[in-house]
């Protein structure tokens, strides 16, 4: 009925058990401080989640739509120029509507942020999710642009909502700008030693992989199931409102229940030791 610790030292019955609960205690403290830092960073882990269901976006327009990206508007503004002088003026009427679809999108994302009390950042992931349902099920034979409509929304709202993180401006649906500061901020951390640089530039790097690693997954999903692999694309979705659940949870001085199981644990352990000094 004794322990032995780790050096074939015997312990005795209450000094093993209080060993035991020492480090049970331990490890709720250790789980208590990285949900801590899991909510302190909970901004860019969000930010990271949803830039990889932007490069998912990406690759997923890319290609199944004749290599239209539904993410940005430089290259359809100059499909639209390149159809305006070629005088095919019907292209260029789809054109112009994936530009106001596009822009609308932005447009409603900041009034709803801004004048209503929605949760906008838990509405984006239901608009996302409808976005590629609504691509999924767009009839075959129809133009490579107008099945893409629902992307050119749903991607810009995306936008409007995870447009930054931790004070950094960036965008969640492309990646030009976060390559180019993620490139910056490293120089200057290594000119300067500043650590403010080089967690920008942590921020920024890891924004760039999270991107490339959805424009993988989209890929992956596309080249396996096709059309239908715009279903993959919930699960990033998924996974990012489990990190808003798991966001809320109280951790300031433990749960209700940490904080009742941590003051048993005290009065056992002191019990305990109280047991050990009196022999």
Not at 3 to 16: A, D, E, H, K, N
Not at 98 to 113: D, K, M, R
Not at 228 to 249: D, N, S
Request: net charge neutral; with cysteine; proline share 2%.
């Amino acid at each position: 009925g004794e322990g032995v610790s780790g050096y074939g030292r015997r312990l005795l019955p209450w000094q093993f058990l209080r060993t035991v609960i020492h480090n049970h205690r331990v490890f709720q403290r250790m789980r208590i401080t990285m949900r801590k830092i899991f909510q302190k960073e909970l901004d860019m882990i969000l930010h990271w989640n949803l830039t990889l269901v932007g490069g998912f976006l990406g690759t997923y327009a890319i290609l199944l739509h004749a290599g239209n990206f539904g993410s940005a508007q430089t290259g359809n503004v100059m499909e639209m120029a390149a159809a305006l002088t070629g005088r095919n003026f019907a292209e260029v009427g789809i054109r112009f509507l994936a530009f106001l679809i596009f822009g609308s999108a932005i447009v409603i994302s900041y009034l709803l942020t801004n004048f209503t009390k929605l949760d906008m950042r838990k509405f984006v992931l239901w608009v996302d999710a409808a976005g590629l349902t609504v691509t999924a099920l767009m009839p075959e034979g129809m133009s490579a642009v107008v099945s893409l409509y629902p992307i050119f929304f749903c991607s810009a709202f995306q936008w409007g909502s995870y447009s930054g993180a931790s004070g950094y401006n960036s965008a969640s649906i492309f990646t030009t700008n976060n390559f180019k500061q993620s490139l910056l901020a490293w120089t200057q951390y290594i000119l300067t030693k500043d650590s403010e640089f080089r967690r920008k530039g942590i921020m920024y790097t890891m924004t760039v992989l999270s991107f490339f690693a959805g424009a993988c997954i989209g890929c992956v999903s596309v080249y396996t199931y096709g059309v239908y692999g715009a279903f993959v694309g919930f699960v990033p979705l998924i996974v990012a409102r489990v990190f808003m659940y798991i966001g809320k949870i109280p951790v300031e001085n433990g749960t209700p229940e940490e904080i009742e199981e941590e003051a048993e644990e005290a009065l056992e352990e002191a019990t305990l030791l109280e047991n050990d000094q009196k022999l």
